[in-house]
Every structure is written in C-alpha cells, then in structure tokens.
C-alpha cells in the first residue's frame, strides 16, 4: 500500500484527488488546516505548509502530491519538513507561459510574465524552479483550465445555471476564441501513470488535444440539461470577465509528452456531464460570482 501525502485535500483539485487515490488503495494522507471537511478514510496532518515545525519528521512518503503550492516560499517550507520521500509531483499551472508567446506552447517553450495571470503566473514559475533546485528528479505538470467534479470555481457551473434557467447566453463577441481543457480524471489518471512509470521526462504539459471555441463548449454544457443555448452576442468593448468566466485570452498547450503516458482523455461532452451531475448535488459548494447582476444591469439592452 503507497502512502500518498496530498496537500489540501479539502477542495476541488485535491479533494478529487484525495478520492481517487483511496479508490486505488492507496493510503491517503492530506495536509490542511482542518477548515473544512475532510475526504472520508483520509489521515490528517493538520498544520499550516507554513508552520510544520516536526509535524511530518517521523513519516516517510512514497508520493508527495503538492497540489496547493503557489510561489517559492511554499515549497521551501514543504521540501524543509519532509523527512522522507520518494517521488515529488507538483501541479503548476500553464499560466508560466507569457501570453506573447509563441504557441502552442512546449515544454520547453520560454517562461515569463503573462498579462493576464499577473504575480500567479510568475509566483509559479519561482516553485517550480526552487523545486527543482531542492528535488531535481521531481516531476511539473502544466495544466490548461481544470475542470469537473468538486470545481468550487464558477466556470462551467455559471453556464449551468443559466442552462436550469433558461437564460439567454452572453457571448464574447462571436465566441470563437478557444478554450483548452484538462478533467481533474484526467489529471490524477496521468499523476498515477507517473508513479507507475517514472517516465524520463519529468515537465509535462498536459491537456485535452483539441481545444473548443467558447460557442462549442457553451453548447454542450446546455445539452447537460437537455438544452440548446440562444445566443446573444456582446460585441461592446466591455470586459469579458464582468459577464463571463474566462479572462479574454486564447491560449493553446503542446501535449505530445503526456500522449505518451495518456493518449485517452475523457471527451469534453462526457466530462461536462460528469461535473452536471456532481453540481445538481453539491451547488453550494461552489463560489459563484454575480455575473447574472451584472449582465441584467449592463447588457439587457444590446
């Protein structure tokens, strides 16, 4: 049995993958501040990344999986307290890549500011390479957009909601600019093919091949619903992000190295499906913003 270590545990990301890896019998340790509720046949290590002390000196991990690492600091402290490991898979982020960047962006493709992610984007790339300096044979993965059971952030449960409620779509202009995605499935099935495997390549864009226009993937999260959207196109120079739930920003991951690991992705259609019905259940565990106000104040008359 693997004892896996999950930073967090409690949301989204890390709480899925606190599930799955229990499904796979694995045992399960999460470390969290004990805020909210914890995954069923986890173990706690309750403690802030930041203030350890000697909490995890007398364990020994076959898997760290930092999941809630956001800049150097964090897995400074991290890396400082583990007394013993074997593999470190941290999950960054594909906003390391500069919006002015040649696309699609490899792994290898240069790093940099991004206009849009701002101090996130260069918050991560700082992990990253402190990481690598403290575990060299550690392993990055660079994720597009997240989605699907247990996604606390108002993405694709915005359209969902203005699906149930038969609400006419906002469109971005004519909703053409694409969108990548990864499901959160996806992401712990290629995290297991690394402990499996221990491929040689240790940073991985990952991601879905195809990307979708935004008028695509609207479509399909309606059809959820049995629902098929109107569309009322927003051509004014307003930000996008007062009504809709992605910054205006069209970006595009080269994911040959994880077709390698991962070639069967789950298609978009079943994994908005997969997130629909995790929503219908748990709506009051996402945060929502207030598109809707804004939308009815600003856009009704367009």
């Known amino acids: 049995m693997k004892k896996i270590l999950i930073t967090g545990g409690t949301s989204f990301v890390s709480k899925y993958a606190a599930h799955y890896f229990l499904k796979r019998s694995c045992k399960v340790y999460v470390l969290n501040r004990n ?3 914890q995954v069923d046949g986890t173990i706690l290590i309750k403690a802030d990344r930041h203030n350890l002390h000697d909490k995890l000196k ?21 890396t400082n307290s583990l007394a013993s490991f074997g593999q470190y898979i941290l999950v960054s ?5 500069p919006d002015n960047g040649i696309q699609p962006f ?18 991560k790339i700082e992990a990253e390479n402190i990481l690598l300096q403290k575990v060299p044979n550690a392993y990055i993965l660079r994720p597009p957009y997240l989605y ?29 600019m694409k969108l990548q995605f990864f499901h959160v499935k996806d992401l712990c099935r290629i995290i297991e093919k690394i402990i499996e495997a221990t491929p040689d390549e240790h940073i991985l864009n ?97």
């Not at 020994?60 to 964090?74: L, M, Q």
């Not at 207030?290 to 009704?300: F, G, M, R, S, V």
């Open 35 to 37: 805020t909210k509720k």
């Open 58 to 78: 007398d364990f020994h991990f076959d898997i760290v999986v930092d999941i809630t690492a956001y800049d150097a600091a964090d897995i400074i402290d991290l």
């Open 93 to 97: 982020s594909s906003a390391v890549y």
């Open 106 to 123: 490899t792994e290898t493709s240069e790093r940099g500011s991004n206009t849009f992610w701002g101090k996130y984007g260069t918050d």
């Open 148 to 176: 699907g059971p247990m996604n606390n952030i108002y993405r694709e449960a915005f359209v969902f909601d203005c699906a149930k409620n038969d609400r006419p779509f906002y469109l971005p202009k004519n909703g053409e």
């Open 206 to 302: 990952v991601g879905n091949e195809k990307s979708v226009s935004i008028k695509e993937w609207v479509t399909l999260c309606y059809s959820c619903f049995g629902k098929t959207p109107i569309f009322v196109n927003v051509n004014k120079n307003i930000e996008q992000r007062n009504y809709f739930c992605f910054y205006n920003y069209e970006y595009s991951l080269d994911i040959q190295k994880q077709k390698k690991l991962l070639s069967d992705t789950i298609t978009l259609d079943e994994g908005l499906k997969d997130a629909a019905d995790w929503y219908s259940g748990n709506e009051q565990e996402v945060r929502k913003k207030d598109y809707i106000t804004y939308i009815e104040e600003h856009l009704n008359n367009i």
